[in-house]
């Protein structure tokens, strides 16, 4: 009963502050009562312990914990971990520096990075930095020492001073693995799925006013991409954002430009088809990256059936597709916001946004400059923030002079592991790496 009560297990219900989630599991299996955790479970302070696969837990301030079984992890605060057994990798956010992970012969104190920590058998305790660096302290005495990126040392009961490792970066599990996605056969694709260029887009913090006026001239060269169909169909893109939402740069080489006559009064989910730009993104960081969610048509077309906790992640709000395009008749510039996998929503035009289409001197192009709120997305109660790796998918259309003959698109920003005969707006683990820095 002791030693029970000692591991209170997460299936129980949580009668203290909730501290966490578990946000992915890969085959796990308590060691307490041989239960399987599930997604969505939260957490309090207490112990964990699995007797093997792997979970994520994801703390209310971002921190995420990798947990690999056998191993058992101690939760005191949000800021604040203990590793009995077994080992773990620590991804921590920016607002979340100082966050203190502990075994029985080291503290390790976070400086906004990503390591990982195994305690092993004999009190010992392996370290290794993946990303950023560590301050390490032998739990016995002796100097802190800083642990960089690229570097490993084990930690000993006995010494006051640790022992070099050669670094080993699949020495952990660093990430759940999303299960493969299923290609569409060749018969039902007459279309080509070229290779996109780019598998991620770095996201910079905006360091100053940008105003929506079509002129990109504030834009600087950081975390520019760029892809093209042919000569006369290409795309240069650039993202920002700060605390008030989310910044849209682009100029697209069009043959026929700002042509669209698709009507965001009436066909604003049809606004694509008329040529613009769509960028599809995923703001829930307990989610992680590649997101693993599927549009109904994702399985419709493979004669699948999703279960329930695919249809929920299918539903998941914090995934989000933006749809921006020129509407030619009225003059407007417009947006379709659309909600989940399963495309639920439909706002056109919502209050807060702003955008400005110019179209290129020579009528061969256009430049789109806009501004989304984190409001109008509805996640300014938890935006991304800096040391996020979140994902992003840019899409973008070309249409006929009439403006409503749908020619060809290019997709680009795309998870490279991913098949290519897959569409982006079915499969969100399709999308690429988004860091917000």
């Known amino acids: 009963m002791v030693l029970l009560t000692g591991l209170a297990w997460y299936f129980l219900p949580v009668t203290t502050p909730v501290l966490g989630t578990v946000t992915q599991v890969l085959n796990a299996e308590s060691s307490v009562d041989g239960n399987r955790p599930s997604t969505g479970q939260m957490l309090g302070a207490g112990r964990i312990a699995l007797s093997l696969g792997a979970m994520e837990i994801t703390l209310s301030n971002g921190v995420t914990l990798m947990l690999e079984g056998p191993g058992e992890l101690e939760i005191l605060t949000p800021m604040r971990a203990h590793l009995h057994s077994g080992q773990v990798v620590v991804r921590v956010p920016q607002n979340a520096i100082g966050f203190q992970l502990n075994a029985a012969s080291v503290q390790v104190v976070d400086l906004g990075t990503e390591f990982g920590l195994k305690a092993g058998p004999g009190l010992d305790a392996d370290l290794q930095v993946f990303e950023g660096l560590v301050e390490a302290s032998p739990a016995q005495g002796g100097f802190t020492n800083r642990i960089v990126a690229g570097n490993a040392a084990r930690y000993t009961a006995e010494a006051s001073t640790p022992k070099t490792l050669v670094y080993s970066p699949s020495r952990f599990i660093r990430q759940i693995p999303v299960e493969a996605g299923i290609p569409l056969p060749a018969k039902m694709g007459k279309r080509e799925f070229p290779a996109a260029r780019h598998s991620e887009v770095v996201i910079q913090k905006a360091t100053q006013p940008i105003h929506i006026d079509g002129d990109l001239s504030e834009w600087d060269a950081e975390g520019l991409f760029s892809f093209e169909e042919d000569p006369s169909r290409s795309v240069e893109g650039r993202m920002r954002y700060d605390s008030e939402g989310i910044y849209i740069a682009a100029h697209v080489k069009d043959p026929a430009p700002m042509r669209s006559a698709i009507d965001p009064a009436m066909d604003g989910e049809l606004g694509w088809k008329g040529g613009g730009l769509q960028v599809r993104l995923s703001l829930d960081r307990s989610l992680g990256w590649p997101v693993d969610a599927s549009a109904p048509s994702y399985y419709r077309m493979r004669g699948l059936t999703a279960n329930p906790e695919q249809i929920k992640r ?124």
């Not at 749809?323 to 929503?345: D, K, M, R, V």
């Not at 192009?365 to 109008?376: C, D, K, L, M, S």
């Not at 290019?410 to 917000?436: K, M, V």
Request: proline content about 7%; hydrophobic content about 35%.
């Open 314 to 437: 299918a539903m998941n709000p914090r995934l989000v597709t933006l749809t921006l395009w020129h509407h030619e008749p009225s003059q407007t510039h417009c947006l379709h916001l659309a909600f989940g996998t399963n495309y639920s929503g439909g706002e056109v035009n919502p209050p807060g946004y702003s955008s400005v289409f110019r179209r290129d001197p020579d009528d061969r192009g256009y430049t789109i400059e806009a501004r989304i709120p984190w409001e109008v997305l509805h996640v300014q109660d938890d935006p991304p923030r800096e040391g996020d790796v979140l994902a992003a998918c840019w899409n973008v259309h070309w249409c006929d002079l009439s403006g409503r003959v749908w020619l060809s698109n290019l997709i680009d920003i795309r998870n490279s592991t991913e098949p290519l005969r897959i569409y982006d707006y079915e499969r969100a683990a399709t999308w690429g790496r988004a860091i917000y820095r």
